[in-house]
């Protein structure tokens, strides 16, 4: 690719969408700096994490609370939804296709509340045997970076039902596409801590 269609990281436009393609060097930029603090907020948990783990207190273990399949399951939908978003975004890219657009985000969408799903199922699971916030450092600690991701998935959910209503009102104006963009970046991003939880939190008390 050219050096003009590589002005960030991240889905570049193009010529073919010149004044977003202008607008979107700044703005990306500040929404990479806006992930990176959510990175160390992120790290921070994780660190707290690995610090409380064998912080029992006589309270059930890792391998008492965690079960795989769901989590697994759960790890497939989110990979499966960065996938339709990385179609989506490719869409608005090449095509220029509202419904084709629509569809994909609304794809994305489903696996993501999908994902909340079967999460809250696990988080009330676990509540129900006992394993609560408040029964040693380790469950502290556990509650305090999974449902974490949780509500940043969830918050992506609601961002992605207001791109529904600018994309209804505006069509695929400027500042919709730049909605787009950014949430592509928010989505990925998540997928990528989720995939650090799953190794770190799950697989690591299992193993």
Same mark, same amino acid.
């Given at each position: 690719?050219?050096?003009?269609?590589?002005?960030?990281?991240?889905?570049? &436009?193009?010529?073919?969408?010149?004044?977003?393609?202008?607008?979107?060097?700044?703005?990306?930029?500040?929404?990479?700096?806006? %992930?990176?603090?959510?990175?160390?907020?992120?790290? &921070?948990?994780?660190?707290?994490?690995?610090?409380?783990?064998?912080?029992?207190?006589?309270?059930?273990?890792?391998?008492?609370?965690?079960?795989?399949?769901?989590?697994?399951?759960?790890?497939?939908?989110? %990979?499966?939804?960065?996938?339709?978003?990385?179609?989506?975004?490719?869409?608005?890219?090449?095509?220029?296709?509202?419904?084709?657009?629509?569809?994909?985000?609304?794809?994305?969408?489903?696996?993501?509340?999908?994902?909340? $799903?079967?999460?809250?199922?696990?988080?009330?699971?676990?509540?129900?045997?006992?394993?609560?916030?408040?029964?040693?450092?380790?469950?502290?600690a556990f509650w305090d970076l999974v449902p974490l991701h949780g509500l940043h998935v969830t918050c992506g959910c609601i961002w992605m039902l207001c791109l529904f209503g600018q994309i209804a009102r505006h069509g695929l104006d400027d500042y919709t596409q730049l909605g787009v963009m950014r949430l592509a970046l928010f989505?990925?991003?998540?997928?990528?801590?989720?995939?650090?939880?799953?190794?770190?939190?799950? &697989? $690591?008390? &299992?193993?």
């Amino acid at each position: 690719m050219s050096k003009e269609t590589l002005r960030y990281p991240g889905l570049n &436009l193009g010529s073919a969408h010149s004044h977003t393609h202008d607008a979107a060097e700044t703005v990306i930029f500040g929404f990479w700096v806006f %992930l990176m603090s959510d990175a160390i907020l992120f790290g &921070l948990v994780f660190a707290t994490y690995a610090a409380s783990l064998h912080a029992m207190a006589g309270g059930p273990t890792p391998s008492d609370v965690y079960e795989i399949k769901p989590v697994f399951i759960e790890t497939m939908l989110l %990979l499966l939804s960065s996938f339709t978003y990385g179609l989506a975004s490719l869409t608005m890219k090449h095509k220029q296709s509202v419904p084709q657009l629509v569809g994909w985000l609304v794809v994305t969408l489903a696996l993501g509340l999908a994902f909340i $799903g079967f999460e809250i199922s696990d988080f009330l699971t676990m509540i129900s045997e006992g394993a609560t916030p408040m029964r040693s450092g380790f469950l502290s600690a556990f509650w305090d970076l999974v449902p974490l991701h949780g509500l940043h998935v969830t918050c992506g959910c609601i961002w992605m039902l207001c791109l529904f209503g600018q994309i209804a009102r505006h069509g695929l104006d400027d500042y919709t596409q730049l909605g787009v963009m950014r949430l592509a970046l928010f989505w990925h991003f998540l997928d990528i801590v989720w995939i650090a939880i799953f190794t770190v939190v799950y &697989l $690591g008390g &299992l193993a």
